[in-house]
């Protein structure tokens, strides 16, 4: 049973560095380059564990970065139209011409970007799906990721590149990856939790997944462990799924300081509105259901699924609770974190 299963990892996956990675999807090659990936300041890295919010704030970024620009047009039309009133009776043809022309470019710039996902506008670093030349992107470039801390390129530490890590309490992250198993084809199906939740407190997530977002994440304490430990070095930002649940418009805000935007209440408004959960799943830019149906099984469920804290009561028996509870105490001890495991008690 265990050749059989170690058969069928071999057939999608190879193992560079101490972590599984896809055949079709990643060379060696490219994971060294990473190593070496010239970073700007500019650059904006959302970093997280999988199934622990990374879609959600990938959208809330992109959605601040696209209201700054908002508010840059309005702020350069307002001073335009000062400037020009004293002249407007004799340049108003002139004007209209040029505002007719630059209006229909920045319509046309304006429908480009609405026509890209979330997944092209702020693509994962590590796996260049789109065959993009990532030098050659305007900055502020965006980026998403699920690599560990050592995997990253070394040019992190010497930049002001911002990082935002999100973490989530790894018993809903656990349930969610479960529940994801069922409807991604690149993945096999976890039999039962039991079964998914050894692999997954002790690192060994590869063994049984094939999903390229998994297989090189490995154990959630390594990877949390890793990026906080290295907190201090970095531009870094750290936030919890579950707070941004609690008080998303003060999520956002924090997001907004942190990069450096200044944001109108109204922005602010909208952001929060289009970044909610129901808003989300009805959003083709950002609910991943572009996704081909090779690669996500449509009619067994959604990429986004609940969106909720806590689910994982519904899911675990007691004993699987108190066992990782107890795995969670030990790897976790020497770690100042605190989590929210369900909305209705206080972090622990």
Same mark, same amino acid.
């Given at each position: ?7 069928? @990892? ?191 407190? @002790? ?144 972090? @622990?």
């Amino acid at each position: 049973m265990a050749d059989t299963a170690a058969k069928s @990892s071999e057939t999608y996956m190879f193992q560079y560095k101490g972590y599984n990675f896809p055949k079709d999807t990643v060379t060696p090659e490219y994971i060294d380059s990473l190593e070496d990936f010239e970073i700007r300041d500019s650059d904006v890295f959302l970093v997280t564990y999988l199934k622990s919010g990374t879609v959600w704030t990938q959208q809330i970024i992109i959605l601040i970065h696209e209201e700054e620009g908002s508010n840059a047009a309005e702020s350069e039309d307002f001073n335009a139209a000062e400037s020009q009133g004293s002249n407007a009776a004799q340049s108003e043809s002139s004007n209209a011409t040029q505002s007719e022309g630059s209006n229909a470019a920045e319509s046309e710039s304006s429908n480009a970007a609405e026509s890209d996902t979330n997944m092209k506008r702020m693509p994962w670093l590590e796996y260049n799906l789109e065959g993009q030349d990532y030098n050659m992107r305007p900055s502020p470039r965006l980026f998403t990721s699920h690599l560990t801390y050592n995997l990253m390129s070394k040019m992190l530490k010497e930049k002001k590149t911002k990082v935002i890590y999100v973490a989530r309490n790894p018993k809903d992250a656990m349930v969610s990856l479960f529940h994801f198993s069922k409807i991604c084809t690149c993945m096999e199906t976890a039999k039962n939790i039991g079964d998914l939740m050894e692999k997954y407190l @002790s690192g060994q997530v590869a063994r049984i997944l094939i999903l390229f977002l998994t297989v090189v994440a490995g154990s959630w304490f390594d990877h949390i462990r890793g990026w906080y430990t290295h907190r201090e070095q970095l531009n870094f930002l750290f936030l919890t799924y579950e707070e941004m649940i609690q008080d998303l418009r003060g999520a956002v805000l924090k997001m907004c300081h942190f990069l450096g935007k200044r944001l109108q209440d109204s922005a602010i408004d909208r952001i929060v509105e289009k970044a909610t959960f129901k808003n989300m799943k009805n959003d083709p830019k950002a609910n991943y259901e572009f996704l081909p149906e090779k690669a996500i099984l449509k009619d067994n469920g959604k990429f986004l699924r609940k969106g909720t804290v806590g689910d994982w009561k519904n899911t675990l028996t007691v004993a699987q609770s108190e066992h990782f509870d107890e795995v969670y105490r030990q790897r976790m001890k020497d770690l100042p974190l605190k989590f929210v495991w369900d909305l209705n008690e206080d972090a @622990s």
